[in-house]
C-alpha cells in the first residue's frame, strides 16, 4: 500500500520546485515547530505564511496545488556580472526582499528621511558628528533616518554584494558579501547612491551582484560616483608616484591622509588597493586597523541596538535573528 507524503514535505517539495533547498526553508519555520502540526490545515496554512513570507513568495501560489510557486510580482533590476544570469540571483535576491520587506512592515507609519541627492550634503550632515563617514557613522545616519540595513551573509542560492528594497515607498538596504568594514563601508554608499539617484521609481528592488565600476550600466556608474564622493568629499583614486613599500607604510600613510582630508583611513587603502590592483597589500594594511574586521557584524549589531523589537513578533524576531546570524 503506497504511503501518503506528509502535507510538511508536500510543501518543501514545492519551494524546492523553484530552488528553495529543503533543509534551507526549513530554517525559516519557528523553533517551536513540528511536522505534525501541518497535519492539520490550520497548521499547514501557518507553515506556508512562513515560508511565503520569508521568501517573498505569492502566498496564494504557494498553497495551490497547481504549477509553481511564484516570486511577488514587483520591478526587478538585476546588475549582473560577467557570465551570471538573473536565474541565478533571482531566489537570493527575493530571500533577502523578503526578509527586509518584514523589518519594513514592522514599522509601517515610521517616516523615512529622504537620502540627498547631492552626495556633498550627506556628507556635510555626517562631519557635523563623525570625524569621517565611516561604516559607524554612515549607518547612524541611516538609523537616524529610518533606513534599516542588515547584513545577511548566508543565502538560498547565488550571494549578491548588496540590494535595496523598496516597499510602500520606503526603502530597506541589505549587504552580503562578507569582508572589513572599509569593504562594506563602499557598499553601503553605493546602495544609498541608489535611492538618492532614483533607480528604483516603484515598490521592488535592485540587486548588484558586484559592484563594478569599470563595466557597469549607467545606474551603477552613478551610484559608484555618489559613493566616492560621499566618502572623500570629490572624485579620487589613491596612488603613489612610487611603489608602496609594504602594507606598514601604506597604512600609517592612510591614517595620516585621512585625518588631513576627513576620510576613513581604511577606505583609502580599500581604494588604493581597487585601482592600483595591490589588493593583497591592502587586505594586509586593513588587518592593522584596530576595531572590527567583520563588517558584517558592525552592520548587524548596529541594525538590532536600533531595532524596536515590540513591533515584532517572537517568531518575527526568532527569523530576523536566523537571516542574520545574530546570536546576541
Not at 57 to 82: N, T, Y
Not at 94 to 101: E, K, L
Not at 195 to 206: C, E, K, P, Q, T
Not at 315 to 326: E, G, H, M, N, V
Request: net charge neutral; charged share 20%.
Amino acid at each position: 500500500m503506497p504511503t501518503t507524503q506528509s502535507p510538511i514535505v508536500g510543501l518543501l517539495s514545492r519551494l524546492n520546485s523553484v530552488g528553495i533547498p529543503s533543509t534551507f526553508a526549513r530554517k525559516m519555520l519557528p523553533v517551536w515547530w513540528e511536522d505534525e502540526i501541518a497535519s492539520d490545515p490550520a497548521g499547514l496554512q501557518q507553515a506556508q505564511l512562513y515560508l511565503a513570507r520569508a521568501f517573498n513568495i505569492d502566498l496564494r501560489s504557494l498553497a495551490s496545488r497547481q504549477g509553481k510557486p511564484e516570486f511577488k510580482a514587483s520591478l526587478r533590476k538585476f546588475k549582473l556580472s560577467k557570465n551570471v544570469t538573473e536565474d541565478m540571483v533571482s531566489l537570493s535576491a527575493n530571500y533577502v526582499t523578503g526578509i527586509a520587506r518584514l523589518v519594513l512592515q514592522a514599522e509601517p507609519s515610521r517616516q523615512q528621511c529622504p537620502v540627498p541627492g547631492d552626495p556633498a550634503t550627506l556628507r556635510s550632515e555626517i562631519l557635523v558628528d563623525h570625524p569621517c563617514v565611516s561604516l559607524q557613522a554612515l549607518l547612524a545616519w541611516c538609523n537616524k533616518s529610518g533606513i534599516p540595513v542588515l547584513h545577511i551573509d548566508k543565502v538560498p542560492g547565488r550571494k549578491m554584494t548588496g540590494l535595496v528594497v523598496r516597499n510602500d515607498g520606503r526603502f530597506a538596504i541589505v549587504l552580503s558579501k562578507k569582508g572589513h568594514p572599509a569593504l562594506l563601508l563602499f557598499h553601503l554608499a553605493h546602495e544609498l547612491g541608489h535611492i538618492a539617484r532614483g533607480h528604483l521609481s516603484a515598490d521592488g528592488f535592485v540587486a548588484d551582484v558586484k559592484i563594478d565600476t569599470t563595466n557597469g550600466d549607467a545606474d551603477e556608474k552613478e551610484a559608484d560616483a555618489y559613493a566616492i564622493r560621499l566618502l572623500n568629499g570629490a572624485e579620487v583614486r589613491y596612488g603613489t608616484n612610487g611603489p608602496m613599500p609594504s602594507a606598514k607604510v601604506l597604512f600609517k600613510a592612510a591614517v595620516a591622509k585621512g585625518l588631513q582630508e576627513q576620510v576613513d583611513p581604511g577606505h583609502i587603502i580599500a581604494n588604493f588597493g581597487h585601482n592600483q590592483s595591490r589588493y593583497a597589500q591592502a587586505a594586509e594594511a586593513l588587518k592593522l586597523i584596530d576595531g572590527a574586521q567583520q563588517g558584517g557584524d558592525v552592520i548587524n549589531e548596529a541594525f538590532f541596538s536600533a531595532l524596536n523589537q515590540d513591533r515584532l513578533s517572537d517568531d518575527q524576531l526568532d527569523l530576523l535573528k536566523i537571516a542574520t546570524s545574530y546570536s546576541r
